[in-house]
């Protein structure tokens, strides 16, 4: 199952790296990053895997909360059916 | 993978504009719990709707934190109650909506619906004894909700149901007295009901219903009124296809996590309902969207027209987004559950009579309107009346729920909390509709009832 990450803030050294190991210590493969400065704001879109996830849904949203406070930045994470949904047909 | 845009378009509407999905309402039939022992039942009843509803607002939560999409309300609809209580040999219904109440609130919903009958031609004896329980049901319960059909275009005008229903709407408000009538914000009376509305206080499970399914209302006027503000000025037609675009988008959320949830319950999905649906905070009102075409205040002169295109491009954009449409699907006009009716009718624009022709053009009806406190049942009888004419005549729902504010006066507010919001008290004509109500009987069915 597919979902989207998204992560807003002042840019710093290491949010991909931070981001990247909170995610792979719950077993969450990265699919794929587009990042870009919008405004003078970080800003992130990671397609990620949860399939093999070792926690169920709200914990992955609990650890990256935790990690977003650690660097400062704001991370959700949607299931990728939402934005199909409303942008797909 | 989907673009950046297209993702911070959708997080923008959920985090700016008040896009969520209003409500998952699941539809449970009752008629299985009939019996006649009045406990028996009640507890049937209870033991039922617990048993069917268990997983209803966990599952809701799992889904809202998943997809990121706030899913504001979940609720139950049940068989109108007159129907199943019809057996019990009792004569006070009482019991029926406690049993309901308790069940809701094990269940975590913060609405049941379906303390209803069905008596546009005619009264069982259950119905008259729910009727006549109505009152002291909605005093002594907290979240159930009530609604009566007294008229549909088949049937014509049940004439001694909206004299009683004045009568009853009077008594709601009294016995609730303490809490500004607020009863009456729970009790709809309709033309024309529809057996799969998601929306409170009309819902119930219509006896054409599986056994249990999975209705959702979708919101979304803030998302509408952002997307005309990019539309300024452009023809009328620019703001038709810009509803509609938006309608689809918005009908598309509530398809998918009506799918969802039917999944992960087992139950039956059943239908989408395309209203568009108010709430009091900022930046959620309908008003405001038709303000946004142009008007300087809903009410005015051009409102009704507004409204007609605004209420049938929602139902093109969202007729192509859901597989089963349904409900009430329409754009809903309660004056105290939305900010700008509330400012326009505070500013006396927006006065009963433009609302009842704007209900002649959306759905529903007279919704949520609070009316000074010593208006006379039968004043309210013929409020009620003339809704359901233009329901009867225009083969569509029309509904009043309308709250004669007990000590109130014109100008006054009336607050009922939370969703339900605060009413600003309407002005109704002083002059007497008492002999046309005391007369009773039928209105007939129109001569557009006679399709076949």
Known sequence: MHAIVTVIGQDRVGIIAG????????????????????????????????????????????????????LGVTIRIQREDIFNAMHRI | MIDLKEIF???????????DIRTITMGISLRDCADPDPKRATQKIYDKITRCAERLVPVGEDIEREMGIPIVNKRISVTPMALVADASETEDYVPFALAMDRAAKECGVNFIGGFSAL????????????????????AVTDYVCSSINVASTRAGINMDAVRLMGEIIKATAARTADRDGLGCAKLVVFCNAVEDNPFMAGAFHGVGEAECVINVGVSGPGVVCHALKDVKGQPIDVVAETVKRTAFKVTRMGQLIAREASTRLGVPFGIVDLSLAPTPAQGDSVARILEEMGLERCGTHGTTAALALLNDAVKKGGVMASSQVGGLSGAFIPV????????????????????????????????????????????????????????????????VRIIPAPGKVVGDMVEMGGLLGTAPVMAVHGESSAEFIQRGGRIPAPLNALRN
Not at chain 1, 34 to 61: C, H, N
Not at chain 2, 121 to 136: A, C, M, Q
């Open chain 1, 19 to 70: 981001i990247c190991v909170a995610l792979a210590g719950i077993n969450v493969n990265v699919l794929d990053i587009s990042q870009t400065i919008l405004g003078g704001m970080f800003t992130m879109v990671m397609l990620v895997d949860i399939k093999e996830a070792s926690v169920p849904f709200g914990e992955i949203s609990s650890v990256l909360d935790a990690e977003g406070e650690r």
């Open chain 2, 9 to 19: 378009e959708t997080q923008h509407m959920i985090d700016r504009e008040n896009l």
């Open chain 2, 119 to 138: 008596v546009q031609k005619g009264f069982t004896r259950g119905d008259t004894r729910l009727i006549r329980s109505i009152p002291e049901a909605l």
């Open chain 2, 336 to 399: 105290s559950e939305d900010e700008g009716m509330i400012a326009a009718a505070q500013a006396g624009t927006l006065t009963i009579d433009k609302l009842e022709a704007m209900t002649c053009v959306c759905s529903v009806g007279l919704d949520m309107i609070a009316v000074p406190g010593d208006t006379p049942a039968e004043t309210i009888a013929a409020i009620i009346a003339d809704e359901a004419a233009i329901g009867m005549i225009n083969n569509k729902t029309t509904a």
